[in-house]
């Protein structure tokens, strides 16, 4: 059983930045996709970025201000978000296919407002 631990959410300014992190169990080279995603109160959890071989792919409404990365010797994954707008309040969830198995982190709570 492998777990996802996100760190890094919090309350911050419209404008504002953060940078999420999700610390991964066992060996990285496990790992053949990531993503985060969230779920704002009322709303279907929705896919944020996802990086698949090198490849980093987006939602519509976060291009431009958030950027996802993947250290593969901390077994780490990163979600910089810059820009950061009301609308972007959600717990955000870390997700990662081990092989076929997929896992999901417990969520870290983001919350943007002034």
């Known amino acids: 059983q492998e777990q996802l631990v996100e760190s890094g959410g919090g309350l911050v300014q419209p404008g504002g930045s953060l940078t999420l992190s999700c610390v991964c169990s066992g060996s990285s080279y496990s790992i053949t996709e990531m993503a985060w995603y969230r779920q704002a109160p009322g709303k279907k959890r929705e896919l944020v970025a996802a990086?698949?071989?090198?490849?980093?792919t987006y939602a519509d409404s976060v291009k431009g201000r958030f950027t996802i990365s993947r250290d593969n010797a901390k077994n780490t994954m990163y979600l910089q978000m810059n820009s950061l707008k009301p609308e972007d309040t959600a717990v955000y969830y870390c997700n990662a296919f081990y092989g076929k198995i997929n896992y999901w982190g417990q969520g870290t709570q983001v919350t943007v407002s002034s």
């Open positions: 990086v698949t071989s090198g490849r980093t």
